[in-house]
């Protein structure tokens, strides 16, 4: 059974799908069989790995059109890695997530439950904001892990979002874990990052950091894995592939 991990705040522009993206690599290149589930109507992580629209994505699996299996597609580049995607087509997804998806909130869950056996850890990338869609997929996780900016307004968000987990937890009988997050495109020459992760650190949360690296974003810009990405013969920085992997390791144990 393979173990579910979503990575998720309110806010946008966080390094949501950087980081669930550059984990599921790290995962599969380590050799473990990892489904990335791209559960944001806009679809970043699927166009930032694949690269043509496949016939089916995951807003037809949900609204039964086709089988689960019929639209996981395996990443060329990444041995071991696969992606249920979304291409936003027509704004499929986003109509069933505000109609349909009232009435089933387990859909999810479910569509999760059904491939779990056929990966070994399966990663959910999620769209900003805490609607029904955001919460079927936290609901579908073992654990979330809060990525967030060093920024004042983004620990203002963290308590909201631990509120709002709190309601999930209970009215919809979720036992999704959470205790870990990441400080990421972390700058120690600036004072304010420095700050606001020691502040980080007096809650109870599990802390980490991923250094600010432009080599993300050329990365996928060429639909490439950050890991196997070089600009100029120069991958990411030495203190940015420890810190991932330090959390590949962490998160999994
Ligand atoms: N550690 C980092 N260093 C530098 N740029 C980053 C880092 N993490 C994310 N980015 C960039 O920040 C932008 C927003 O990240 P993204 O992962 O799309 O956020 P979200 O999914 O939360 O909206 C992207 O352009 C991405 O390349
Ligand atoms: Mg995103």
Not at 11 to 37: E, F, H, M, N, P
Not at 67 to 77: G, L, M, R
Not at 151 to 160: A, C, H, K, N, T
């Amino acid at each position: 059974m393979a173990r579910t991990i979503s990575f998720h705040l309110q806010k946008g522009g966080v390094g949501k799908t950087t980081i669930s993206g550059t984990l599921a690599c790290q995962s599969a290149l380590d050799g473990y069989r990892t489904l990335l589930v791209d559960v944001d109507p806009q679809g970043n992580a699927s166009s930032w790995f694949l690269n043509e629209a496949p016939t089916f994505e995951l807003a037809d699996v949900v609204q039964g059109k086709c089988f689960i299996q019929d639209a996981i597609v395996s990443v060329a580049q990444v041995p071991n890695l696969f992606v249920l995607p979304t291409f936003g087509i027509g704004g499929t997804l986003k109509l069933y997530s505000e109609t349909k998806l009232a009435e089933e909130p387990y859909v999810l869950q479910d569509l999760i439950k059904e491939v779990s056996e056929n990966y070994d850890r399966i990663i959910l990338d999620l769209s900003p904001g805490l609607g029904r869609l955001e919460r079927a997929a936290l609901i579908s996780s073992d654990e979330v892990i809060t990525p967030m900016t060093p920024e004042v307004f983004s620990l203002d968000g963290l308590e909201i979002f631990i509120d709002e987990l709190n309601k999930l937890r209970k009215n919809l009988r979720s036992p999704v874990r959470h205790t870990k997050i990441i400080i990421n495109s972390f700058d120690n020459r600036i004072r304010q990052h420095r700050d606001i992760y020691s502040a980080a650190c007096e809650g109870v949360f599990t802390v980490y950091k991923i250094p600010v690296d432009p080599l993300f974003r050329k990365a996928q810009e060429a639909g490439c894995a950050p890991q196997l990405f070089k600009v100029r013969g120069k991958g990411l920085k030495e203190s940015t592939v420890d810190a991932i992997q330090t959390l590949n390791k962490e998160i999994w144990r």
